[in-house]
């Protein structure tokens, strides 16, 4: 459980705290911020707000947090704007190792991510190894080609047109040096934590893509499952393959008109 902290005499009783708390659990109170309950999520608004840094978090790593210079702005509208247009999926990767200080960064990106109701409720897989990287891919892709055949109960095949796929080695996995893969509760929370590790490791130079095909199987079959130590009530959400691209791209490439409802 979170516990709210507030240092009365760095508290000048300014209010801020108050208008920000998502829960609505502050009040002023002889002329200090006051916890009126016990449901804080430790989303940290109050941290952040605080004019006197008079507030914490006693079950978290304070000494993480980051003092923003006055003017701080994130990053150039349209430098962002161009990351995401050039953004592609890249398959074909150099066989460097990536430097675990490159991954821990990656990780920092997703751990930072704002998840629904702060549940941080996203949990990492990692694996940095070429070997085993093709070892679990294998439960993957067996399964795949032991389903090549099989149909539902209306008669239609249950891999549809990758009934005719080639599901061979490093189909899936492409040689990437590093995989990683989200678990959690909540979808939404994984996905976006996802996103997150997905632009860092761009703007480290890596390329990245999202292995769809395995994590269809990662929850279905109960080997995988295990290996994974995909529990109950877990789903294996995201899957990245990540390396050194061993391709460029020239340019940006169109997309459909966005579908917009003005309302």
């Not at 294998?138 to 090549?148: G, Q």
């Not at 099989?150 to 990758?162: I, T």
């Amino acid at each position: 459980m979170n516990k709210l902290i507030i240092d009365k005499d760095k508290c000048i009783g300014c209010g801020i705290c108050v208008t920000d708390c998502v829960r609505n659990i502050l009040e002023l109170k002889d002329g200090k911020a006051n916890l009126v309950d016990n449901t804080c999520i430790g989303c940290g608004h109050c941290i952040a707000v605080c004019p006197t840094n008079a507030v914490r978090l006693d079950n978290l790593d304070m000494d993480e947090v980051i003092e923003l210079p006055s003017g701080f702005t994130k990053v150039d509208p349209e430098d962002f704007l161009m990351t995401i247009k050039t953004s592609r999926s890249v398959r074909q990767f150099k066989a460097n190792e990536i430097d675990k200080e490159v991954i821990e960064k990656i990780l920092e990106a997703g751990r930072f991510t704002a998840t629904a109701q702060n549940k941080q409720d996203v949990s990492y897989i990692v694996i940095d190894n070429l070997e085993k990287n093709r070892e679990i891919e294998k439960l993957a892709l067996d399964d795949y080609n032991r389903l090549k055949t099989v149909k539902d109960d209306k008669g239609n095949y249950v891999l549809g047109p990758y009934r005719y796929a080639d599901f061979h080695e490093d189909f899936l996995f492409k040689k990437a040096p590093l995989l990683i893969m989200t678990k959690s509760t909540h979808a939404l929370n994984a996905g976006l934590a996802t996103k997150s590790m997905e632009l860092m490791a761009e703007a480290m130079g890596l390329g990245v893509f999202h292995v769809g095909l395995f994590t269809i199987r990662a929850n279905a079959n109960e080997e995988l499952k295990s290996v994974l130590d995909i529990q109950v009530g877990e789903e294996l959400v995201t899957c990245l393959a990540i390396g050194y691209p061993n391709i460029e791209y020239k340019r940006t490439v169109p997309r459909e008109k966005a579908n917009i409802n003005w309302i």
